[in-house]
T-cell receptor
């Protein structure tokens, strides 16, 4: 099956610093990637849709200047949390949609961000 | 987006079948019904999807009501590794459409 990786799997940073999370589709090309975050005991919340070569589309309430998304190639999307604060601590998950007729989505293993 | 209703939680014993229901009465006529599951501290995992006919794969079966307003995910023999949150999600069959997650059903499996 299709594999999506995320790096790092876990990161701890100090308040005010920026953190970059990478999402890679390892064995397929992904025109579209999605970023979600998940707070403890809650469901996944869609943050943004990332299309290769174009600007990301952010969901209502998600600050585009705080959560910078870059989708520079068909296999890599990055999410940068700028000026992180403790309330940004969360589980960040990306997914990639297979190009073509199948619209199954494949999820990365997630990145646990803790801001101290 | 079509609204879905799932039980908050269900329990099962190992080796027994599990039927996970989902109501999606406002589903669009062209939306597929997708099921994903999320094990603790992991990203979600695709389980199965269908449009009108019942579907089977190595993980599960999907039974879709004739009026498409509900569906049931069937795990034929639950194992401890099937303990997860199961999400039923209507999804338009077009590129670039995001999965919108509801609260899902937390399945517990006892040995």
């Amino acid at each position: 099956g299709a594999v999506v990786s995320q790096h790092p799997s876990r990161v701890i940073c100090k308040s005010g610093t920026s953190v970059k999370i990478e999402c890679r589709s390892l064995d397929f090309q992904a025109t579209t990637m999605f970023w979600y975050r998940q707070f403890p005991k809650q469901s996944l919340m869609l943050m943004a849709t990332s299309n290769e070569g174009s600007k990301a589309t952010y969901e209502q309430g998600v600050e585009k200047d705080k959560f910078l998304i870059n989708h520079a190639s068909l296999t890599l999307s990055t999410l940068t949390v700028t000026s992180a604060h403790p309330e940004d601590s969360s589980f960040y998950i990306c997914s990639a949609s297979l190009q073509g007729l199948s619209y199954e989505q494949y999820f990365g293993p997630g990145t646990r961000l803790t801001v101290t | 987006d079509a609204k879905t209703t799932q039980p908050n939680s269900m329990e099962s014993n190992e080796e027994e079948p599990v039927h996970l229901p989902c109501n999606h009465s406002t589903i669009s006529g062209t939306d597929y019904i997708h099921w994903y599951r999320q094990l603790p501290s992991q990203g979600p995992e695709y389980v199965i999807h269908g449009l009108t006919s019942n579907v089977n794969n190595r993980m599960a079966s999907l039974a879709i009501a004739e009026d498409r307003k509900s569906s049931t995910l069937i795990l034929h023999r639950a194992t401890l590794r099937d303990a997860a949150v199961y999400y039923c999600i209507p999804l338009a069959n077009q590129a670039g459409t995001a999965l919108i997650f509801g609260k899902g059903t937390t399945l517990s499996v006892s040995s």
